[in-house]
């Protein structure tokens, strides 16, 4: 457990109910009384009533108030407890961020990114922060003189809290987000719920690396209430993860939007035209040393700007517990494992090459991509039809991708796999034939040729021609080329 704090703790009787409302941290200045969800401030040794907190959206996340840890801070190992909870819901649905006291009794926040958690903490950014709708997706910053790239920008509105809290932005009021994301991994966000917009900055972490204890075990009265009826066929639906923003309906397939959340009003959309996964959902398999699950499946086409010529690959969402969520990637240029990163790669001003963590990655593709079909569920709003600008960038230690639409950029970096790997993985030995794909070899990037080597070339091309017209014997015999070239066109695959 985290040792106590040098302060002393500050009790209150709550102003709705009379029960004792509690402060351990002095950034506190909010709380949420247990007993009749009042939402109280405190000012000096007083605590006022603002009014009652909304229920929490179920999210069943392994976290829960007084679970404690330790983080990695300057060198050191600090311990930290959960003491409050806030829920915010944005364009890409509902998210859960956790307000963490530490031992010097200062505040952070352990949210979660994509299936991965990311602990921050507040920082002074230096310098006045500009307006929200000055920072443009892809476009770079400077915070304390280190450069940034702006990853998301959109909205989003508090809509539950519960337990101890820093100061809070307005119930249910919508106001401005910004996400920046830096070349070695650390990622900046700016809240403008608060005046002047509250900035923290921090990196991704393992739940297991945070040493966590007192998280909340599995309940099977919880799972049994996220079952529902599909709103087109009527077939009972049951969803699997907390996270799941969208789940298909393994009746009809039709699309089912969870963003009030089971029991609210569900939205949906039928599919036709199936695409049937090879990897089955649910199946498990133990890839790169982590032991994985099949939760969505997602077949996707993409096309080259000013090309009509379109091409396919699927994409299998797979997850764990502590892990979050990671992506298998089937298309006619192998399989590949990756996950999307948390920090931005730099990419070069002429679009032809990205670095990230000391990596050089160069441009295979560049293409449009849609989503044609979906089955299983998805940790974000997804939809049939959804399109973004896709570029694909590999080294000889892996691959990397990017991914924009118009409020968000998504990188994501992993390693080819060969099929062998796939078949084993998931024990399906007997589907060798159909998961064979061209076995990853390494990449080598392509290097412009100077004047002299192309007359170079040309020269040993010209003398191989005399040399094969004087063997043959015959002036009608002639020379054929295979053609192609290296980088040509190709349906490479794309990674969310």
């Known amino acids: 457990m985290a040792t106590s704090a040098t302060q002393r703790t500050y009790r209150a009787p709550c102003p709705g109910c009379g029960a004792p409302v509690e402060f351990r941290s002095a950034q506190s200045t909010h709380a ?18 603002l009014g009652k907190m909304a229920e929490l959206f179920d999210d069943h996340s392994p976290l829960q108030l007084m679970a404690s840890g330790r983080i990695q801070q300057g060198g050191k190992d600090v311990p930290f407890t959960l003491i409050g909870r806030l829920q915010y819901k944005g364009d890409a649905g509902v998210w859960t961020e956790w307000a963490a006291f530490l031992q010097d009794g200062t ?22 922060m500009p307006e ?30 519960q337990g101890e809290l820093p100061k809070l932005p307005p119930l249910g009021q919508p106001f401005d987000m910004v996400e920046l994301r830096s070349a070695d991994g650390e990622v900046v966000s700016i809240d ?47 969803v699997q993860l907390a996270t799941s923003k969208t789940v298909t309906c393994g009746s009809c397939a039709s699309i089912i939007s969870l963003e009030s959340g089971v029991g609210g009003e569900l939205r949906s959309a039928e599919q036709d035209e199936p695409v049937q996964p090879i990897i089955p959902l649910g199946a498990k398999g133990q890839l790169q040393g982590v032991h994985w699950q099949v939760v969505g499946f997602q077949h996707r086409m993409g096309v080259e700007p000013g090309d009509d010529e379109h091409f396919g690959w699927s994409e299998y969402l797979l997850y764990n517990q502590k892990r979050g969520f990671a992506f298998l990637v089937d298309s006619e240029e192998g399989w590949s494992m990756v996950r999307p990163t948390t920090g931005a790669p730099q990419l070069a001003a002429s679009g032809r090459s990205a670095t990230y963590l000391g990596t050089t990655y160069q441009l295979k593709y560049h293409y449009d991509a849609e989503t044609t079909y979906v089955l299983g569920e998805f940790y974000w709003q997804v939809e049939r039809g959804q399109k973004t600008s896709n570029r694909d960038f590999a080294s000889a230690k892996g691959l990397l991708s990017m991914e924009q639409s118009p409020n968000e950029v998504t990188w994501s970096a992993g390693d080819k796999l060969s099929s062998d790997t796939v078949a084993k993985a998931f024990r399906l030995e007997d589907k060798k034939d159909v998961l064979q794909r061209d076995d990853p070899g390494p990449f080598v990037a392509a290097k412009g040729m100077g004047c002299g080597t192309i007359i170079l070339i040309a020269v040993v091309i010209l003398i191989l021609l005399i040399i094969l017209s004087d063997c043959s014997g015959s002036s009608g015999s002639g020379y054929r080329s295979s053609g192609g070239s290296f980088g040509g066109y190709s349906s490479g695959g794309s990674h969310k």
């Open 32 to 49: 949420v009384c247990a007993y009749c969800q009042s939402t109280v401030v405190r000012s000096g040794e007083v605590l006022t009533r």
């Open 107 to 128: 505040l952070a926040t352990l949210g979660e990114d994509n299936g991965a958690y990311v602990f921050t903490r507040p920082i002074d950014p230096g310098r006045e």
């Open 132 to 161: 929200a709708a000055r920072f443009r997706i892809g476009t770079t910053t400077a915070i304390n003189g280190k450069p940034y790239s702006v990853a998301y920008t959109g909205q989003a509105q508090l809509i539950s809290a």
């Open 192 to 238: 403008y719920g608060h005046k002047p917009p509250n900035v923290e900055r921090g990196r991704a972490v393992l739940l297991d690396d945070l040493q966590l204890t007192g998280l909340k075990g599995e309940s099977a009265k919880d799972e049994k209430g996220r079952q529902f009826n599909c709103p087109h066929c009527g077939a009972p639906v049951q």
